[in-house]
Each structure stands twice: as structure tokens, then as C-alpha cells.
């Protein structure tokens, strides 16, 4: 049974950082690529970032490109996302991600940014 569990989210000032985190487990983890995506209210929810399976290679969203960072860590079965320069419009639930045979998703966990 797949399951991913988001954590790391909360309130942070213009400026600040904050570092997701999402624990995966009921799948060969190292084998598929992750991914973080966010939602707004009233927004389609949108893709934040993916890190490979191979090789890590990474690509991200136009609006996070220079302030966001994806990564993982295969032998912790774990994905982050480390966020610098957070804006206003940064503030979401978000979601990791990961197609299995289908897509799944966690729980989400809010990040707002507000000062």
C-alpha cells in the first residue's frame, strides 16, 4: 500500500525558508520519479517540482525556478523540498506526489507566508 506522509509546512515571513519533507513507503522508492505539487484556494492545483529516479535530475515550475530545491534521499525513502525567498503567492497546501501504476498523493501540509 503506497503512502506518503508530508511534513515541514507552517507560517514563515516574506523572505524566509522552510524545508517540506515527504516520507514514502509501499513502493521501491529509488526506482520512480517524485514530484511536489501545491494548491491555492480557488487555483488549480499546479507542479511545484520532480526529482528522477536515475540520476536525479530535476526540473521545476517557472514561478519556484532559483528559490526551490528538490531532492531525495533513497537509503530514507524521503523527498524535500527546500523553499528560500519565500513570496506571499508561495503560500498552498503541498503535495507530494508519485505515479505508481496511478498517481498518489499525501495529506498535503499548509505553508503560508505572511507577515
Known amino acids: 500500500q503506497v503512502q506518503l506522509v508530508e511534513s515541514g509546512g507552517g507560517l514563515v515571513q516574506p523572505g524566509g525558508s522552510l524545508r517540506l519533507s515527504c516520507a514514502a513507503s509501499?513502493?521501491?522508492?529509488?526506482?520512480?520519479?517524485m514530484s511536489w505539487y501545491r494548491q491555492a484556494p480557488g487555483k488549480e492545483r499546479e507542479l511545484v517540482a520532480t526529482?528522477?529516479?536515475?540520476?536525479?535530475?530535476?526540473n521545476y515550475g517557472d514561478s519556484v525556478k532559483g528559490r526551490f530545491t528538490i531532492s531525495r534521499d533513497n537509503a530514507k525513502n524521503t523527498v524535500y523540498l527546500q523553499m528560500n525567498s519565500l513570496k506571499p503567492d508561495d503560500s498552498a497546501v503541498y503535495y507530494c506526489?508519485?505515479?505508481?501504476?496511478?498517481?498518489?498523493w499525501g495529506q498535503g501540509t499548509q505553508v503560508t507566508v505572511s507577515s
Open positions: 506526489n508519485v505515479w505508481y501504476f496511478k498517481p498518489y
Open positions: 526529482v528522477r529516479s536515475a540520476g536525479g535530475r530535476t
Open positions: 509501499g513502493f521501491t522508492f529509488s526506482d520512480y520519479a
